[in-house]
């Protein structure tokens, strides 16, 4: 049971407050606000209480979102409800953000009258609520240069309209009526996350990658969607299929709206897509990778003779060379009481700069093609150096961007609509791999 | 058209007019005036006969309402547009209705026939929308009125309202509690309903209003159970919820009988060693086996874990954990193992959601904690984690660890501690001392790396180990000298106070294990004792004391030495212990009649202290509540009831046709074949006689047909087979069903209805005969 909902500002500006059972005072928002940055740490326990009332918040497109209850009820109900609920006004708002929320008061409100009855939730799918909800969503888009630039000559179509332009992913469903409605477009974005443990000695400790098929959808009208994967897509370890080159996932869990009669046979999802975001499809890879990792690092950290601390590092890049990383950042953790770096990097946009807040040396490089090696060599001034403290040396973290690539191999053949869609719908494929937890240890 | 478009041109200028609005500093102007004139302009908007500019005026009313703004004085102006054709207006009519009817009860009552007329719409949105603003009113004037809409809402033709009326059954119940006895009759006839939306409404109507008439629910159960793979997912939560507590209240407890077994099992075990005692044994079990009524799962009981197996699966985390909780409670030992996997699924999930997810876990660790040793590597820390959830891992860990998998415990507890985060480091070495103290084998291992910690040049670190340390000598001090040693030579580096202090205690404690050293660091504190913290001279006072009592001849000097120096210490508190020591344990003249106690009091034998999970007596709470997270009582927290001792009458349950089979005569036929030994053997349950068990037997064996032969435990693989392929076959249903089928809901409902009780009679005729005749079946299948 749900007393309140408010969304705060992370200034702790209130956006939306709604009271559905009178519980409670309104002095609950002033006091969570307080309560929240009273704390240090980088995050606050999901929930606190004051007095009889337990505060359950999320924080997501840099606002929170809470609930209070005074009674008990289960807090996985009260958590998984504010995620859906901040998916449902991403999918209603088009974008996630304090702005958005702030344009658009009355359907949000309009929204949680019909999510919430008196505490208690309803339902949150963004398909049934599209029967009740009346409001449109207001949405601010900056002007960009960018949009005349698909328009060709003539307005024709052009080599650059094969890319969409970035905010098309970010728009409200309910623009039928509005007056950039018309456009019908689909994207399917393959997001996968690895994180990797590798040894001091080059070994594979651990390997997760979860990925998930999103769709989203601006198709009024399409009746049926179907997404082909790679054929010798694979489940599990007994069922391989053909020689070597499968493309295999441990585990595998789908939408309830994906018919997998095809799925066996032709490693065919057909789906419905009703309008707004949604995982179709969530899979995990874990223990082992189709090739190798994408980057392997080869340290030497020494002592030289004046105390200070060498450290010499070569990363290698193993992607294939068409595929290449972007935004990748190192993590160093150096010993206490670093003082001051040196650095040599082997090209003028890299960067590097020792933090002493986080005791690490970071080391950004923009972009990092397959099959390629960099090498850096950095010297730290560590007062009273001990073998001890070489210790300290370690584990090197890394952060990037794989665009385009996914590294369990994961493809999409096809993706068909029926009925064909008249003349102009759209369809995206996106790739892309995230490092959730990148850990070489040295 | 028309309007929608002049309203697009209105949006423009609504955001110009926001805006401003929003930075508007009450103190620059006068309040009054511009407050006064802009609602005079919105009265005048709400006046208007155009729908564009009334939907203006109601937005900004909205959004005033969001700031936390008082709009009260609007009222009269809004509440005339409750009857407004244009929706849009009306739902935002409602939201400011909803916000302020409680503060102006008077005004409020003229929207009241414009509800009255929505509920006899023949849209059924209107008249549900109608009901629920009506409801949600609270005026107690209108209770009669509410009473009546509700009841007439319950036998609405649409399930869409009488979903409403059941969410208007708690509001009516917190507005006026007398109306009780009436609502219950109306939960009583909604809870008859046979659709899936109704279902998970009513059923939070009946926890909320009367969660103590679980009477309610007997005709209902098997019903419940069969729909719960189509409700609505947050409804599924509640009756999930609900069924635990039902069945903890209908049915015995499952591993009753198992905990007798293992010991039964650990019996021979021990007394196996002759061979021919082997019968004996046996005997014996059985003599036990029969003392006690053996156990058979009552069918029902078997329904509700078979059908909520597949929620496991669902997205919603809330529903697993749901499931999750509904199987560590009643499920039988062997069986609670299918969650765990699900809930390793959910550590993927946003870090909230893990966070409550790895409390639980924890929980369930220290009790069952085989069920997710496969998962290990699944609670290894990753370096982006947030503090609060690296800690709950590390508690998993500490918990999951055991002989075989200790080495790559430590191992991987190792690289924690070069981490940035300290709470986090300081955590990793407390979780250390856990592990040693639990697994006697490593204890030595996990001390010496602590004493490696010792040189580490951070303080935190040293500390915290430092204090570890303490703790697991003061469990086997005689062992360890040799460490006390080692830390006795410490006290040179080290400069973290709290460690120096901690070595000086420990050294003083222990002085009769070290008896040379000792002296001799006191002699070196005595040196130092003016430069030290204040932590560390209390410890050298105590440490004195000590050994002055054992070891006089030579530490004589030095105490009084050092107490010399503390009596002119700056400290208050430095100054008061060298004098109460000084008067305890130097023999003088007047000497009080404690002195005679000094060597009692300063050495008596210090209990070791005990390194134990904080989540050790969180279960008597119920898992996946908001009080188990809390570890405290929360309001309204109703307790998870006792098994029962004897099953209560589970014939309460029996529905004579079940309606939801009604379509078509030769599904119907097919039902009631398997129905029969069905009932007949949850009557012969009732009575706890031997006889009455294998007379069902008899029936349900000959109703499995061939079945019955074969050895037990294939058959009961067999099934589970079966349920697997069930479970595919009710998501596809689940599908078909979007599309509103009816029959083939019903259809998915037989189908699910029939399979279980199929293939629990076969299980159960393997558990009867391998408990009542053969040991050999059974025996194996048990470990």
Known sequence: ?442 | MSASSAFSDEKGGSSSVGEPEYGHDPASGGIFSSDYKRHDDLKEMLDSNKDSLKLEAMKRIVAMIARGKNTSDLFPAVVKNVACKNIEVKKLVYVYLVRYAEEQQDLALLSISTFQRGLKDPNQLIRASALRVLSSIRVTIIVPIMMLAIKEAASDMSPYVRKTAAHAIPKLYSLDPEQKDQLIEVIEKLLADKTTLVAGSVVMAFEEVCPERIDLIHKNYRKLCNLLVDVEEWGQVVIINMLTRYARTQFLNPNLNECLLEEGGESTFYGSDADQDEDEDEDKKDEALSKRKPYVMDPDHRLLLRNTKPLLQSRNAAVVMAVAQLYFHLAPKAEVGVIAKALVRLLRSHSEVQYVVLQNVATMTIKRRGMFEPYLKSFYIRSTDPTQIKVLKLEVLTNLASETNISTILREFQTYIKSMDKDFVAATIQAIGRCATHIGEVRDTCLNGLVQLLSNRDELVVAESVVVIKKLLQMQPEKHSDIIKHMAKLTDNIQVPMARASILWLIGEYCEHVPKIAPDVLRKMAKTFTNEEDIVKLQIINLAAKLYLTNSKQTKLLTQYVLNLAKYDQNYDIRDRARFIRQLIVPTDKCGALSKYAKKLILALKPAPILESPFKDRDHFQLGSLSHLLNTKAGGYQELPDWPQDAPDPSVRNVEVPEWTKCSSREKRKEKKVEKPFYSDSEGESGPTESADSESDSASSSASGSEQSGSGSEESEESEERSDSDEEEEEEAKKRKTQKKEPIEALANLRRGTCPSRSLTTTRTARQTAANQSLRILSPRQR
């Open chain 1, 1 to 442: 049971m749900i007393s309140q909902i408010f969304i705060l500002s992370s200034k702790g500006d209130h956006l939306i407050y709604k009271d559905f059972r009178g519980e409670a005072g309104k002095d609950a928002v002033t006091a969570f606000y307080e309560k929240v940055t009273a704390l240090t740490g980088d995050q606050p326990p999901v929930v606190m209480s004051h007095k009889e009332l337990h505060f359950v918040h999320i924080r997501q497109g840099g606002l929170y979102w809470v609930v209070t209850t005074t009674a008990d009820s289960s807090p996985f109900t009260l958590v998984e409800f504010l995620n859906r609920l901040t998916t449902l006004i991403k999918d209603y708002c088009g974008s996630l953000s304090e702005k958005s929320v702030r344009m658009n008061f009355a359907l949000i409100y309009e929204l949680l009258d019909e999510v919430v009855d008196n505490g208690y939730i309803q339902t949150t799918s963004t398909d049934i609520l599209k029967n009740f909800i009346q409001t449109e969503a207001v949405t601010s888009k900056p002007f960009s240069l960018f949009d005349l630039s698909n328009v060709g000559l003539f307005g024709a179509e052009t080599q650059q309209s094969k890319v969409a332009p970035s905010a098309a992913a970010t728009r409200p469903i309910m623009s039928s009526r509005g007056d950039q409605g018309g456009k019908s477009e689909i994207f399917v974005d393959v997001v996968e996350r690895m994180s990797v443990v590798i040894g001091s000695n080059g070994v594979l400790m651990k390997v997760d990658v979860e990925g998930e098929i999103r769709v989203k959808c601006y198709m009024p009208s399409c009746l049926e969607m179907r997404i082909g994967l790679n054929e010798e897509f694979s489940i599990g370890k007994s069922q391989l299929r053909g020689y070597g080159a499968a493309v295999r996932v441990d585990e595998c869990s789908f939408h309830q709206a994906v018919k997998l009669d095809e799925f066996d046979q032709h490693r065919i999802l057909k789906v419905c897509p009703s309008q707004g975001e949604h995982v179709v499809m969530q899979y995990l890879l874990s223990d082992e990778l189709p090739s190798a990792p994408p980057f392997r690092l080869f340290p030497t950290i020494e002592r030289d003779n004046g105390g200070r601390l060498l450290m010499y590092l070569k990363l290698r890049c193993d992607l294939p060379p068409k595929s290449s990383a972007i935004n990748v950042s190192v993590t160093v953790p150096v010993p206490k009481g670093s003082l001051s770096l040196s650095q040599e990097l082997s090209s003028p946009d890299q960067k590097a700069e020792l933090r002493p807040e986080t005791r690490a040396v970071h080391w950004d490089i923009p972009r990092f093609p397959g099959g390629a090696q960099l090498s850096a060599l950095f010297k730290l001034e560590v007062p009273g150096l001990s073998s001890a403290s070489m210790m300290e040396v370690g584990p090197v973290g890394l952060s990037f961007e794989l665009p385009k690539y996914t590294c369990t191999g994961l493809q999409i053949r096809f993706l068909r609509l029926t009925p064909v869609q008249p003349g102009s719908s759209q369809r995206w494929v996106r790739y892309v791999t995230h490092s959730d937890s990148y850990t070489i240890r040295i």
